[in-house]
Each structure stands twice: as structure tokens, then as C-alpha cells.
């Protein structure tokens, strides 16, 4: 199993810039979610997801769009492009009971976004 | 919604020492908390976790201990070592299955 991929690792990107942080999983979670670390601070949660066809929005969902057309996929969309979303975007995946971990939350590697 | 709150925000101990970090939560339906380590530049890894039915659980060196009447859990890392050193996220699941995660502690072992 590859687990949860994320591309690309880097990005740069101008204000009013738009684009998409591509996100899979292989382990048939059904949970998935989109957080922003930026330096120095914790995890925030952007948008989530329980299924297929179900997300709903986290601490900071403003400017960022997601959708979850099959289990495996999770895109996060950022609009228009601002120097406030400079950060490290980490998707992760969870399903219940699945390794004797009540939820065991598999984060993807990672991508770097700045916004000049 | 669910807050996380987590003290203390750095952390400096000698290696063989113990370390302690703390955690409150806001949502009495939380039933599941994580923790996780994060070295740098790399992603969060589940290190032990606990459900709300227990009250402690230990794995080798490291314990988490949880009091829901006082909706408060913590860390307790016991003989450390310098590959202790990360910065360590509390979090919390409630019944809305999202995972809240406390502010993060940085945690560095002296030699």
C-alpha cells in the first residue's frame, strides 16, 4: 500500500492564483481531511470528510474548496490564491478499528505552498 | 465545536528524565485521544492513544493518562532520550469524527 499520497510537494504561486492539492488514499479509509501547519503552529482542520459525496467544514475552511467524488480521492481547491495560506497543507485518512487503533490518523507527506 | 488546549508550549528536559505534557478538551462527547510526534520537516506519526472508557495506557516508555470528569488528558514520556526530541500534538475525536489537535509542545532533551 502506498497510503496517503499528496501532490505536488512544493508549490509557488501568486495572489489570485488559483489551484488544487491533489490527495489519495489506498486503505479504503473512510475519513479523510485536509489541515495547514504553518510554522511554529499546530494543525489546523481545513475540511472534512466521512464518504464518499460528504464533507463539511473545519476550524478554517475560508478560501478552500473540497469535494469527495470516490473514497479514494480528496482535492483541496484554493480559490484565489493569498500570502495568509503560505503554510504546509497535510491531508490524512482514518478508518475505524482498522490496525486495533480506535482511529488511526494517516497523514500524506505533505506540501509546501508559498504564495507571493 | 471541540477545542484542544495544550501546555506546555516548550519543553525542556535532561535526557533520563521524565517529560509531562497536558491537555484540556471543550466537547464532553469526545471519546478517542491521540497523540502524535512530529520531527522536522517530516509528518505527524501516532505514537499511543487512549478511548474515553480507559483511564490510563501504557506503551514501553511512554503513558497517557485521562481524567473525563476533568476532560483532561496527558503525555508522560519516562527515561528520555535525545530521539524524544519533536514536537508532540494532543487531539481529540468527538461525534462529529473530527480530529482537533492541540497547539503542539516542543519537546528537547538535554544531554
Known amino acids: 500500500n502506498a497510503g496517503v499520497t499528496q501532490t505536488p510537494k512544493f508549490q509557488v504561486l501568486k495572489t489570485g492564483q488559483s489551484m488544487t492539492l491533489q490527495c489519495a488514499q489506498d486503505m479504503n479509509h473512510e475519513y479523510m481531511s485536509w489541515y495547514r501547519q504553518d510554522p511554529g503552529m499546530g494543525l489546523r482542520l481545513i475540511h472534512y470528510?466521512?464518504?464518499?459525496?460528504?464533507?463539511d467544514q473545519g476550524e478554517v475552511p475560508n478560501g478552500y474548496n473540497v469535494s469527495r467524488s470516490t473514497t479514494e480521492d480528496f482535492p483541496l481547491r484554493l480559490l484565489s490564491a493569498a500570502p495568509s495560506q503560505t503554510s504546509v497543507y497535510f491531508c490524512a485518512s482514518h478508518g475505524e478499528g482498522v490496525t486495533g487503533h480506535l482511529y488511526e490518523q494517516y497523514f500524506g507527506p505533505g506540501t509546501r505552498l508559498t504564495v507571493t | 465545536g471541540e477545542n484542544v488546549e495544550q501546555h506546555p508550549s516548550t519543553l525542556s528536559v535532561q535526557e533520563g528524565d521524565s517529560a509531562v505534557i497536558k491537555c484540556t478538551y471543550s466537547d464532553s462527547a469526545s471519546n478517542y485521544f491521540p497523540w502524535y510526534k512530529q520531527e522536522l520537516g517530516k509528518r505527524p506519526q501516532l505514537i499511543i492513544d487512549i478511548r474515553s472508557n480507559v483511564g490510563e495506557k501504557k506503551d514501553q516508555r511512554i503513558a497517557v493518562t485521562l481524567n473525563k470528569t476533568a476532560k483532561h488528558f496527558s503525555l508522560h514520556i519516562t527515561e528520555t532520550q535525545p530521539e524524544d526530541s519533536a514536537v508532540y500534538f494532543c487531539a481529540a475525536i468527538g461525534g462529529a469524527q473530527k480530529l482537533v489537535f492541540g497547539q503542539g509542545t516542543r519537546l528537547t532533551i538535554n544531554p
Open positions: 470528510s466521512v464518504g464518499a459525496g460528504i464533507t
